[in-house]
Structures are given as structure tokens and as C-alpha cells.
């Protein structure tokens, strides 16, 4: 039966594509979700229903309709990749792994070390940190087939 992987956070570099990879190239039985990674797709998400009259209103229906996709697919799924880039805060990604806390939904934080303490409560919560895509290769190549 193939496990479920939710991938989230940041959008400005291929690290879901080299996790994706990396596990195909293992054999791993999974299938990843994600949420829109589309920037401008995903601030218009819910320009469908008006555009309102400040950036507030066009952010808070965008952030709802994306919300019905997250929330559902991270309770979906056996275990998320929470992804914490360099360049921008993903304010979303510390939503997401608090959401998975609230569920007891397992989930491993993927950043670099000199962001350890602004993290330090989202790590707390994880089964794992890990620094590149290579160790969470690892960490679901073991979860998957190790016995």
C-alpha cells in the first residue's frame, strides 16, 4: 500500500522534485501531495468569489479556498515534509506543522542549521530535522522498508 508524503513549504526551489526523484529512484512506494506551488495561482485562488476592495480581503478568500486542498491532504496523509527555505519566511509551512501537531500527524521539518532557533518549537513537535533532501530520502526509505 503506498504512503501518502504531504510536501510543504517553500516554492522557490526543486527540493520536492529532488525528494520525488530520490524516492523513485529507491523504489518507494508513495504518492506526494502538495499544495499549490504556483505563487500567482495560489494568491488568486479566490478571486473567483470578488475581488475586495484591499490586498487583505483578496489574501484572507485566497488563504481559505487553499485551506479546503492543505487541511485536507495533510490529514490524508501518513506523514508531512515540512520544508523552511532561506530567501523568504514561510509563515504557511509553520502553520502547516502546527497543524500536524494538533492532529498528532507525524511530520520531519527539512532547513538549514542557522535558522535552529527561530524554529525551535516546530522542531520540538517533529520526528525528525533534517538539513537536505538526502536525509529525508533516507529517513522514509527506512520508515518504509526497514523491518
Avoid at 522557490?12 to 506551488?37: N, P
Avoid at 470578488?50 to 490529514?75: E, L, M, P, Y
Avoid at 527539512?110 to 518549537?121: S, V, W, Y
Wanted: charged fraction near 25%; proline fraction near 1%.
Amino acid at each position: 500500500m503506498a504512503w501518502s508524503v504531504y510536501l510543504s513549504g517553500e516554492i522557490h526551489t526543486d527540493w520536492r522534485e529532488k525528494i520525488i526523484q530520490g524516492c523513485k529512484e529507491k523504489g518507494l512506494d508513495i504518492v506526494f501531495t502538495s499544495a499549490v506551488t504556483d505563487h500567482e495561482s495560489s494568491d488568486a485562488a479566490g478571486d473567483g468569489l470578488g475581488v475586495g476592495d484591499t490586498s487583505f480581503w483578496r489574501d484572507h478568500q485566497s488563504a481559505k479556498i487553499n485551506a479546503i486542498r492543505i487541511q485536507n491532504q495533510i490529514k490524508k496523509c501518513d506523514i508531512a515534509i515540512i520544508r523552511f527555505g532561506d530567501k523568504y519566511k514561510q509563515w504557511n509551512a509553520a502553520f502547516d506543522a502546527g497543524y500536524c501537531a494538533a492532529l498528532d500527524k507525524p511530520y520531519i521539518t527539512l532547513h538549514a542549521e542557522d535558522i535552529i532557533h527561530p524554529l525551535k518549537e516546530v522542531d520540538a513537535s517533529a520526528q525528525a530535522w533534517a538539513r537536505n533532501t538526502s536525509q529525508v530520502i533516507e529517513i522514509l526509505d527506512y520508515v518504509l522498508n526497514k523491518s
